[in-house]
């Protein structure tokens, strides 16, 4: 057995001032890539959420669950646009009930990160701008500024999955509003440029945010959480986001109705300059949740670059953070907590992050990884991208 009690962990989280969940720890939303092309999981989606349900986290969430069939990122990406494609999550939900670890979907739209169905569609933009990452991907890819109407569209698909979600026993929304999606672009100077009503300032950026939020409170029951994982940096410096320009934007969230605030950093052009450094992300992440905290009473935690139990602890029981995510460690060992309690960790993730490289990787038929041996990635690909590294 591990030294260590892990006390401030393996402490109970309140949301709204109610008990949520048993600890601190959360399995972070990340794309899998295990659904069919209609975007509907199959048994290996199930086979995988179950295995983190049951891995001694507190709670967790879905990943990359797309509110729009106009865009995606790959082929394999999980859409909740219908009541069938929610039922198929009923299992888990109800698994996560009896487990009293609350599984939460996270809803998002791709943006301007994404690739078109159709060569024809355009991408919805705050402003006009393609990413460079989709560019590289789909050269002749094209952009639409939004109209207002096209943002209250946006809205009322977002609270349409969420509905979906709900019927299918969900207890738990989680709105994806960081790493350079749409609702990311918004917030950031670098990607809106407008100047109405929906961007020019830091609140009238986040107006899209905090309407959804509003809206998402007004129609599902009292007793579902909405939370927010939200950009805090995303690594284009002065131009781009950075945590002094939320701080009367986490306020206005909280007001608007969310339970809880996850931080994250990065978008597609900056990710591989934070997992190159992930003692530089995880001080970032601390730093910027150190002073967000300052200004809502609502829980705020993060993920990225955390590989272990004894780093969340000493985050936790510093009052950085109120609570603590993995994202590729947990895809690494989704026993993680249970293994790091008992002391011997046998699956701890290197932190090369080719499980991102590989929703973009025609070879790819999932997300892999170097150390699991359930779906360890195959010996060509894996040096095929460590031959790229050199």
Not at 251 to 265: D, K, L, N, Q, T
Not at 295 to 317: D, K, Y
């Amino acid at each position: 057995m591990s030294g260590n009690s892990f006390h401030a962990a393996r402490s109970p989280l309140l949301l709204r001032d109610r008990p949520f969940a048993k600890n601190r720890l959360y399995f972070a939303p990340m794309g899998l890539d295990l659904c069919n092309e209609s975007g509907t999981p199959g048994s290996e989606f199930l086979s995988q959420y179950t295995r983190f349900l049951k891995g001694g986290f507190g709670f967790g969430f879905m990943g990359n669950s797309s509110v729009d069939t106009s865009v995606g990122y790959n082929q394999r990406g999980h859409t909740l646009l219908a009541s069938e494609q929610a039922e198929k999550l009923s299992p888990l939900f109800e698994l996560s009930h009896h487990l009293n670890v609350p599984l939460g979907v996270q809803l998002q739209h791709y943006g301007a990160q994404g690739i078109p169905r159709t060569p024809e569609t355009p991408l919805l933009t705050p402003s006009g701008h393609v990413s460079s990452s989709t560019l590289r991907r789909v050269p002749q890819a094209q952009a639409r500024t939004m109209s207002e109407d096209d943002i209250w569209h946006i809205i009322d698909l977002f609270l349409t999955s969420a509905r979906h979600a709900v019927h299918a026993g969900c207890r738990l929304i989680q709105i994806q509003a960081s790493n350079g999606y749409l609702i990311s672009s918004f917030l950031s100077p670098a990607t809106n440029t407008r100047d109405d009503e929906w961007g020019g300032t830091p609140l009238r950026r986040a107006r899209f945010l905090v309407e959804l939020v509003r809206k998402l409170r007004q129609v599902l029951p009292d007793e579902i959480d909405v939370t927010v994982r939200i950009g805090v940096d995303d690594g284009l410096g002065e131009d781009g986001q950075f945590p002094e320009l939320l701080e009367d934007v986490v306020p206005a969230i909280a007001e608007a109705g969310a339970s809880a605030i996850a931080c994250s950093v990065g978008i597609a052009e900056t990710f591989s300059k934070f997992f190159s450094s992930p003692d530089d992300t995880i001080a970032c992440l601390r730093k910027a949740v150190r002073l967000l905290k300052q200004n809502t009473p609502v829980p705020m935690g993060f993920t990225g670059s955390l590989t272990s139990l004894l780093q969340a602890e000493s985050i936790l029981e510093s009052g950085d953070a109120d609570f603590i995510g993995f994202a590729r460690a947990a895809l690494a060992n989704p026993n993680l907590v249970n293994a790091d309690l008992s002391g011997f960790n046998p699956q701890q993730c290197k932190g090369d992050a080719f499980c991102f490289r590989d929703k973009r990787e025609e070879q790819a038929t999932r997300v892999y990884c170097c150390v699991n041996p359930s779906y360890r990635r195959p010996e060509q690909l894996q040096k095929k991208y460590e031959e790229s590294r050199q």
